[in-house]
Each structure stands twice: as C-alpha cells, then as structure tokens.
C-alpha cells in the first residue's frame, strides 16, 4: 500500500491501512468517549420528540397507512385504500410503517426510528474519519453532526432526508474500505447497494455525488487501471439491482390494481423519476405532482418552494440557508484547501488525500447542485451536506495540527477566524436571539486564532488553552441553534432550524404539542387521544366546495371522527376530499382510509371523474368533505384539474350536509 510520503509531513499520522488500524491500540479514552459520543446524540435527537406530534403530516399519513396495508407499504400509498402514492419512493417509509405496525400510531412511533437513524449517521461517520486520522477525528465529527442545526432538526422529523443522509454516509464509508484495496470488490458492491437504496429514498439526489467517487476511485486505488474499471462497473451493476428491482415490480406491476404513482404526469415512477423529481428539480420545469411548467414556489408534495435566495454560488449563505448548514462551511472549503496543498507531493493512491478528495467532491458536487438549482428547493436539504462539512473540518484539523509547522498554524488560525467572523454574522441574523453571544464569540474566536498562529512558541498549556478557545468559539453559535432547534416543535411540510418561532402557513416551526395524538389514539374510530393544535397547510388557494381547512388533528371534531367512522369497514374509503390537505388530518383522526384526490395538491389526474363515478357506484366511497370555495383543486396556473372536475360533479348532483364547521356530501343517498 502507498502511501504519503512521510516528508510531507512534519508530525506522526494515525494508521493509513485497514491492517494498520488492525494493529493500532485503541487508547483507554476512546470506547467511553465513543459511546458518550452516542448516548448524547441520542438525547439530543429524542429529547422531547413527541412535542413534533405527528411532524410532516403527509408522511404521516402515509406512514399511517402502511402500518395497515402491505400493499400501501409497499408501493407508499398515502391512504391504505391504495388510491396514490407520495410522490417519492417508499424505502424512507418502511422503518415508520413497521413501527407504527409494530406499536400502533402516534408521534413516538413515528419519530423515533428517525431519531435512531441520526445516531447510527453518527456513529458511521466517527468510524468513516477514524480509518483515516484516529479517534480524535472521529468523535470531533461526530460532535460536528451532532451540533449541526439542521441535522438536529431532520434526525429529529419524519422526511426522507434522514434515510438519505445514513446511506451516504455508509456509502463513503464503504468507498474508503474499497480505497484501501483489502476485498475492494465487497466494498465497491456494498458502496453501490447504499446508493442504490438511497435512489429508492429520494431517487436521483442520492446520485448526485457518483461522479466525484467515481472519479477519485479510478485516480485514486490501489488497483491496476483495469481492475479499477471493473470495480466501478461492479459498483454500477449494484446500484442497477438494489434500485432497479422495485422500480421493475412497479412499472410491470398492472396499473389498475396497484397505487397511482403520486407526482407522475402518466402514472409511471420513471417519469416521477426523471420529471417532477428529476430534472425538473434542476431547470424549474416541474411536470407532474399537480404542477404545470415553471419554477415553483408554492406548497408542494412533502412541501412548500424554499425560501433560499435566488440562486448562484453564495446561496449557501443567504439569508435562509446560512444559519441553517453555513456555520461551518468556511472552515471545511479552507481545511480541503489546504490538505490538498499538504498532499499534494504524495503518491496516487495515498489515502490521506483520497479521503479529502472523497468527501471534498461529495461536498462540492451537492453544494454546486443545490447552489444553482432552479426548481423546488428547501431549507432542510442541505442536511446532506453536514456529514461533509463535519468530516473536512474534522480531518482537516487533526492533519494541520499534527504539522505543527507554520503555514499549518496560519491555516488552522485562519480556519478559526474565519468561522468566528461569519458566526459573528449569522449570529446578527436571529432578531433578540443569542445576540449575547455574538461578540463574545467574535472577540474569543480572533483570540484564539492568534494563540494557535503563535501555539509553537508557546508553553503546551497555553496552546491547548487556545485550542479549547477555539472550539468554544467554532462551536457556540451552532451548538445555540442546534439547542433552539432541539426544544422547538416541529410540524408542517417545511421545518427550518434554529429559533423559529411559531409556524407559519408553510409549516414552519409550530407550537409545543402540535399535530399528534398520545400513542394508541387515531385508531379505529379516533375517538380517544387528541392533541394541542398543529400546523402544516400548504400555501396556495384552496379549492373543493364550500368548507374549511382542517390544519391539524384538534380540527377534526368528535362528531365529524364519529360521522366519518361510522360503518367505515363497509367502505373502502370512508371519505374523500380534494388534495392532501384535509386528507392527512381527517385520516389520521379517524385512522381510516381517505382519498386524496389528486394527491397533495389536487391536480394528479388520479382517479378520473369516470373512476370517481364508478368508486361511487360501487360503494366504496361514502363520503365527500369539501374545503375551501366552489371551483375545486388547487389555482395554479388557472388550469381544470381533476379535482376541480369531481369536486363540480358532487357538489351539483349530492346534497350537502354540515358537520360542526365541515361540509359533507354522503355519496351512497340516493339522488333524483
């Protein structure tokens, strides 16, 4: 195994090699430190989890459903009458299905295998930086992730972005063992079955850093150049069959009997795929998922369009992102910069170069996508990019501070300022938050820049006295909002970390309590269990007939719970309504199947009038709840959606009737 040539490098290196790690003693610390690591993540990301209620209701529902049906598990329906899908892939659901299956429904239930997943992503992402630079490094990233506010908040809420964030990482950890050419053809195989899986998570998102691995692996390993070509192919085929094997079963599955694919335009995941959550994710011409052409920038499938900036290379940083995933994003690109510069003598396949070129890429390639984007975007995507940060600057740091030459002071003295200089900055940005905070962490941060430039001249105390400065002064501006993320509730489409007060009409934030009844309530009938007031509607104009907006579960009222719930195993949905708005809170009162017609914004042409009207000849639907005003669907572009098509239908051939503040039509009377 080549490695970096020790002239290079001015102090000891941790083990390069798997066999090096092998042989290394761990010291007494290590163990205990890491469990610690662990058991204070854990509390973080479960520290009053159930004040979230049910968190995204969208999935919720959809999670509610396929804690009853197999099928609706399967294909990721969002009622368990498997009329549509979400308009993602169901992996990122299973674990939620089967703990609600496992321990019935409520917030717990829902967040906790969530909470789970972030502690695992810590713990693989310590492993991952300790192959490279030693314990140290690991725990110091992990603490990193741990301490990142959107981190707390995605580890902490019921989107996909958790799964996603766990098998990127485990990729890159995968990659590196492939790196080290000991049984590199597992690691590769593995490293392709996690961006398989994490294809049927998000779909092409996961992908987005392929070709930075691929690159780095065939620069990069110890192989000769046609073993590494085969390696990646062997990669490849993996991600082919890990993702593809779903993707077959629905696409020849018979359409008529399974789930509408909930965003596609023709009922088809490869079109959701390469459409609505491809490139049109990239150019702003979202097809699908209710949406006609353009950028869009109202409530969406698993959410409203961000509130970023527009984009370009400093989106990153704006107002809405920064405070999100920036806090440490200068430190990073100047800690790859200059190990970079350090390596840059070493041999092809040193690992210590590798590594940053691995995670470097990872992070540039997602950084560059989500900078200049112009489709859909939310502030809570960027948690793919804390795993990056967190390891570069990890890294980075033990590498710089093992030199202990000059240039390497200058650079970890720079790195702390910089980062101070720009908590300084986002610090400002909180109106009557953690202002006491911001000079404190300006003025130490620049002191302790200046006693590292100056640690090799000085007593070993006084540098490690400016070295625990330093973290204090990275680390309390995060660690601030990562707390206020912490103890906030969070519920809607389109949480932000951080002091977010309140919620506002996109779901941001919400209030201590929101959403979700105590565990065991929303079953069948849903009479027993409520919960305070949460939050969650889209933004947009709601249509359906004359009726209300529900908003959360409190909405439902006992008669409305009882009205629906009555003689609900006659039918295969209870009720339906126009869009996913009402839908998730009516379902996961009653914890019955409703129909969400044309899914979460009431344009999917799923079901056609004609299938509407057969479901009502049959019997399968027995009641039709009206919200908003006469028109039915969501205004948009001014277009006639099926939902505005069958909403027209009920409301001139049924009679209405009112429950408490909501219009009902029974489509099982008898009409003239």
């Known amino acids: 195994m080549t490695t970096l040539n020790p002239s290079v490098l001015e102090g000891p290196l941790p083990p390069r090699t798997a066999e090096d790690v092998g042989r290394a003693a761990r010291p007494s610390w290590e163990r205990p430190a890491f469990w610690a690591l662990l058991c204070i993540a854990a509390v973080a990301f479960l520290w009053d989890l159930g004040a979230s209620g049910f968190g995204n209701e ?7 459903a396929g804690g009853e049906s197999w099928k609706a598990a399967f294909f990721g329906a969002s009622d368990a009458g498997n009329s549509i899908t979400v308009d993602k892939p169901p992996v990122a659901l299973w674990p939620m299905d089967i703990s609600v299956r496992l321990f019935g429904l409520g917030s717990w239930q829902i967040l906790v295998p969530e909470a789970l997943m972030g502690v695992a992503t ?7 930086v300790r192959r490279l630079y030693g314990p140290a490094a690991g725990l110091l990233a992990g603490a990193l992730l741990a301490l990142t506010p959107v981190a707390a908040l995605m580890f902490r809420f019921n989107n996909p972005d958790a799964l996603l964030t766990l098998l990127m990482v485990c990729a890159l950890y995968c990659f590196q063992r492939a790196l080290e050419g000991n049984r590199a053809v597992r690691w590769m195989v593995l490293t392709g079955v996690c961006f398989g899986l994490a294809f049927l998570v998000k779909t092409l998102q996961a992908w987005l850093i392929l070709p930075a691995l691929t690159l780095v692996y065939l620069v990069c390993a110890a192989q000769p150049l046609g073993r590494r070509i085969g390696h990646v192919l062997l990669a490849g085929a993996a991600i082919v069959v890990s993702s593809g094997w779903w993707v077959a079963i629905v696409e020849l599955w018979p359409a008529d009997s399974r789930p509408y694919v909930g965003g596609s335009t023709n009922n088809s995941f490869l079109d959701l795929t390469l459409g609505y959550n491809g490139l049109g994710r990239l150019t702003g011409e979202e097809k699908g998922g209710g949406v006609g052409g353009g950028s869009s920038t109202s409530g969406m499938p698993g959410g409203a369009g961000g509130r970023g900036e527009a984009g370009g290379i400093t989106r990153m940083f704006d107002s809405a992102l920064g405070s999100q995933i920036s806090w440490l994003l200068p430190a990073a690109l100047i800690l790859l910069v200059a190990a970079l510069v350090v390596t840059r003598r070493a041999a092809r396949t040193d690992l210590h170069r590798a590594g940053f070129l691995a995670w470097g890429g990872a992070l540039l390639c997602t950084a560059v996508t989500f900078s200049f984007m112009s489709g859909i975007f939310h502030e809570y995507y960027t948690v793919a990019l804390a795993p990056y940060i967190a390891a570069l600057v990890a890294m980075g740091t033990v590498l710089l501070w093992r030199l202990r030459g000059r240039a390497a002071a200058a650079a970890l003295a720079a790195t702390v300022a910089a980062t101070a200089v720009w908590a300084f900055v986002l610090l400002g940005r909180a109106e009557g938050w953690s202002s006491p905070l911001r000079w404190p962490v300006l003025v130490v941060g620049v002191l302790a820049a200046a006693g590292i430039a100056l640690a ?16 204090a002064a990275v680390l309390a501006g995060p660690a601030s909002y990562t707390w ?18 309140g919620a506002d009409a996109q779901g941001h934030g919400g209030p201590p309590g929101a959403g979700a009844p105590e565990s065991g309530a929303a079953q069948s009938g849903g009479q027993s269990g409520t919960a305070a007031s949460g939050q969650g509607a889209p933004s947009g104009t709601a249509k359906g007939g004359s009726g209300s907006r529900l908003g959360s579960v409190d909405a439902v009222t006992p008669q409305l719970r009882a009205t629906l719930a009555a003689d609900a195993s006659a039918y295969t949905w209870v009720a339906a309504t126009v869009a996913s708005d009402n839908q998730t809170w009516l379902q996961l009162a009653v914890g019955e199947p409703v129909m969400p017609i044309g899914d979460f914004s009431g ?8 299938q509407f009207k057969q479901y009502v000849a049959d019997g399968k639907i027995h009641y039709f ?15 006639d959606t099926t939902g505005s098509q069958i909403s027209a239908w009920v409301t001139t051939t049924f009679t209405p009737q009112t429950v408490g503040s909501t219009t009902l039509y029974d489509l099982t009377a008898v009409t003239g």
Do not use: N
């Open 603 to 610: 344009g999917d042409p799923a079901p056609t009038l004609a």
């Open 122 to 128: 810590v713990g693989v992402l310590y492993a991952a």
């Open 484 to 501: 206020a993320t912490v103890t906030t509730a969070h519920t809607g489409q389109t949480p932000l970390a951080g002091p977010v007060s």
């Open 625 to 639: 709840v009206a919200q908003g005003d006469e028109d039915g669907g969501f205004s948009r572009d001014g277009t």
């Open 456 to 471: 090799r001249f000085l007593p070993r105390r006084l540098a490690l006295g400016a070295t625990g400065l330093a973290l």
């Open 58 to 64: 969208f999935y919720a529902a959809a999670t509610q």
